[in-house]
């Protein structure tokens, strides 16, 4: 019986190098597929305003340029040129928000069928629970309405 001892040990060592060999494959790929989806996340998109006045080309990580036509200034008022701007850098945080949701979406259904860290050592940090929090989009509330004059020109504070 002890002769039979050193023979488990290696086939039990040498599955335990196949599982480990698949567990790097496997990690090795995920992390090429992350990477490749948060480079395609990561790409600009451009949303132009209502009116064809406001161009926004933003990212994830924010605005990466507000571009006015020109002809803005005859054809708007400040404060409707304001309110199209803020318009259009939303739609664009939302257009942003989506894509990197789409392009993210196969890893999330594969992290989802997978074990997560606590699963396999107590105590851990969730995966998923990270993910969530990365993925879940900020709410977005509209900008207040536009006084054509604040309370100090309105109270005719500045005659004192």
């Not at 036509?69 to 939303?90: C, D, H, N, W, Y």
């Amino acid at each position: 019986m002890t002769d039979d001892l050193p023979e488990i040990t290696r086939d039990t060592n040498a599955a335990l190098r196949s599982q480990i060999d698949q567990m790097l494959d496997a990690y090795q790929r995920d992390s090429a597929a992350l990477l490749s989806a948060q480079n395609r996340a990561a790409e600009p998109v451009t949303v132009w305003s209502d009116d064809n006045l406001v161009r926004v080309t933003a990212n994830v990580a924010g605005v990466i340029e507000v571009h006015v036509e020109p002809e803005a200034f005859r054809r708007s008022t400040p404060e409707k040129l304001g309110a199209s701007i803020t318009a259009t850098i939303q739609a664009a945080a939302q257009m942003t928000t989506r894509a990197q949701q789409e392009a993210l979406a196969p890893l999330t259904e594969l992290a989802d069928s997978l074990p997560d860290v606590p699963d396999l050592i107590p105590g851990a940090p969730s995966t998923k629970d990270l993910m969530a929090q990365f993925l879940t989009p900020p709410e977005t509330t509209p900008p207040p309405p536009i006084d054509d004059e604040d309370e100090y020109f309105q109270n005719r504070g500045y005659l004192r």
